[in-house]
């Protein structure tokens, strides 16, 4: 690869972060609904069609900040999960983490779970950002438990729903504990393997 070659891959790229940094940033002051590629462009300084040529509208800009979220969300539960004293500890940690990035960053969590992406979740071709912080939930668990994905499946779900029922105002933010004290303990609870009668 010849050094032009690099250096327009180089720009190309800071031109890229550069869009999805704004449209971001945008989002967190305005909501979504702000987020234009007219305003970007403006942002930016950018034509509307040097945008084009990064993304193929709204919802690629959208999918791309959903990346670089899973990408810091990974981070943020692995740091949790690492600084928890122990594995039962561990999957608090993560939840309370988890739960914390969802309430700090709202437009960034809602590009990563509800609005229209492109991003695909549990199958061959979800992106590693994405399984790498699932993943993180799937480590609280025990590596002989043989349904451990299905656990933090089932605790990422209820995590979800916490946090975008509580950022709706139709479960109280009090009462965020107790719901999470209640899911730890029931999936604490809960055996590994089948039930046998």
């Excluded at 999918?63 to 692995?78: I, K, N």
Aim: proline share 6%; hydrophobic share 40%; with cysteine.
């Amino acid at each position: 690869m010849s050094a032009i070659h690099e250096r327009r891959e180089r720009e190309r790229a800071h031109r890229h972060q550069l869009i999805v940094t704004a449209a971001r940033e945008l989002a967190e002051a305005e909501g979504w609904d702000a987020v234009t590629t007219r305003r970007l462009a403006d942002r930016v300084e950018y034509s509307q069609p040097v945008l084009y040529s990064h993304f193929n509208g709204k919802d690629a800009i959208v999918s791309a900040v959903a990346l670089d979220g899973f990408s810091e969300l990974g981070a943020h539960l692995r740091r949790a999960r690492e600084a928890a004293p122990g594995r039962g500890e561990a999957l608090r940690a993560v939840c309370n983490a988890y739960l914390e990035f969802a309430t700090g960053r709202p437009a960034l969590y809602q590009a990563m779970f509800v609005l229209p992406t492109d991003l695909k979740f549990a199958s061959t071709e979800t992106p590693p950002p994405l399984r790498t912080a699932f993943d993180e939930f799937v480590s609280c668990f025990r590596p002989d438990n043989d349904r451990r994905e299905l656990f933090a499946e089932v605790v990422w779900s209820a995590l979800h729903g916490m946090a975008v029922l509580s950022d709706s105002g139709r479960i109280p933010p009090a009462g965020q504990e107790e719901r999470l004290d209640f899911l730890i303990s029931r999936i604490s609870d809960t055996h590994s393997g089948p039930t046998t009668p």
